[in-house]
């Protein structure tokens, strides 16, 4: 990567190839050439949108872009160049993406190329995750970046408020609609499609960080964990927060 890397506020886009691990036990010899171009597609959709490829682990790039009009236009860039490829025996190579804009530093060390940036980084891979193979997800941060910038062809579908693994609030997501792109596609599969008999919060949950890392810690080791105190101390609210963030 370069030197002038991006720090402060950064939009990420994160990748993923859909159904990788059956590609490359079913065609292990069609799928490493259509690795390969694949790698090829995303580097030159990043780097020609002045992003740095931060990460490859196996089918998944990492990118962190300065601005999110160029993370956009990448991830755009990149679907419409897989859309086009002949992939031969594969089939069709399908990517979900994702991106997400907040805080995050470089690190002076060399041990890491962000740090005290987890919540960004893993924002914006929960982000990617409930996407399809074609589809491009934003967050709201980074939505709100691109509202007065955005190119006359391109618009962001309101895909509403979900929740997601992990993350202690809910993230509103938009989908990238453009000319060249699939645009219809099952419902996101975040917390929201899941059925369960969590009811939905009305206000955020705020602070008690020790105390939800010590119940979801607790939870790996027993299915039933009561919760003791005086009432009115926020037990409930407490358990249901930590319900959902074990739901899958």
Same mark, same amino acid.
Request: net charge neutral.
């Given at each position: 990567?370069?030197?002038?890397?991006?720090?402060?506020?950064?939009?990420? /886009?994160?990748?993923?190839?859909?159904?990788?691990?059956?590609? %490359?036990?079913?065609?292990?010899?069609?799928?490493?050439?259509? @690795?390969?171009? @694949?790698?090829?597609?995303?580097?030159?959709?990043?780097?020609?949108?002045?992003?740095?490829?931060?990460?490859?682990?196996?089918?998944?790039? $990492?990118?962190?872009? @300065?601005?999110?009009?160029?993370?956009?236009?990448?991830?755009?860039?990149?679907?419409?160049?897989?859309?086009?490829?002949? %992939?031969?025996?594969?089939? $069709?190579?399908? =990517?979900?993406?994702?991106?997400?804009?907040?805080?995050?530093?470089?690190?002076?060390?060399?041990?890491?190329?962000?740090?005290?940036?987890?919540?960004?980084?893993?924002?914006?891979?929960?982000?990617? +995750?409930?996407?399809?193979?074609?589809?491009?997800? /934003?967050?709201?941060?980074?939505?709100? /970046?691109?509202? !007065? =910038?955005?190119?006359?062809?391109?618009?962001?579908?309101?895909?509403?408020? @979900?929740?997601?693994?992990?993350?202690? +609030?809910?993230?509103?997501?938009?989908?990238?609609?453009?000319?060249?792109?699939?645009?219809?596609?099952?419902?996101?599969?975040? /917390?929201? !499609?899941?059925? !369960?008999?969590?009811?939905?919060?009305?206000?955020?949950?705020?602070?008690?960080?020790?105390?939800?890392?010590?119940?979801?810690?607790?939870?790996?080791?027993?299915?039933?964990?009561?919760?003791?105190?005086?009432?009115?101390?926020?037990?409930?609210?407490?358990?249901?927060?930590?319900?959902?963030?074990? %739901?899958?």
């Amino acid at each position: 990567m370069g030197t002038n890397l991006p720090t402060g506020t950064v939009t990420f /886009l994160f990748t993923d190839i859909e159904g990788s691990t059956r590609l %490359w036990q079913e065609q292990p010899q069609a799928m490493a050439v259509s @690795h390969e171009r @694949h790698d090829a597609i995303l580097r030159q959709a990043i780097e020609s949108h002045h992003g740095y490829v931060m990460e490859i682990v196996g089918d998944a790039f $990492a990118a962190a872009f @300065h601005n999110a009009l160029n993370g956009l236009q990448a991830a755009l860039a990149a679907q419409r160049s897989l859309q086009a490829e002949s %992939w031969g025996e594969t089939g $069709a190579i399908r =990517v979900r993406m994702g991106l997400h804009t907040g805080a995050a530093e470089i690190s002076s060390d060399g041990s890491k190329y962000y740090h005290e940036s987890y919540t960004t980084l893993a924002s914006t891979q929960r982000v990617m +995750s409930v996407a399809y193979g074609g589809q491009v997800l /934003l967050s709201q941060t980074t939505r709100e /970046l691109l509202q !007065n =910038v955005l190119p006359a062809e391109v618009g962001l579908r309101d895909m509403g408020e @979900h929740r997601l693994k992990d993350l202690r +609030s809910p993230l509103h997501l938009y989908q990238l609609v453009a000319p060249g792109l699939p645009q219809d596609f099952p419902a996101l599969k975040s /917390l929201n !499609n899941l059925p !369960n008999n969590l009811p939905i919060q009305l206000t955020r949950f705020v602070g008690r960080g020790q105390e939800l890392s010590e119940v979801e810690r607790q939870l790996t080791g027993t299915r039933l964990l009561p919760l003791t105190g005086p009432g009115g101390t926020g037990k409930t609210r407490l358990a249901l927060q930590a319900a959902g963030f074990s %739901w899958i």
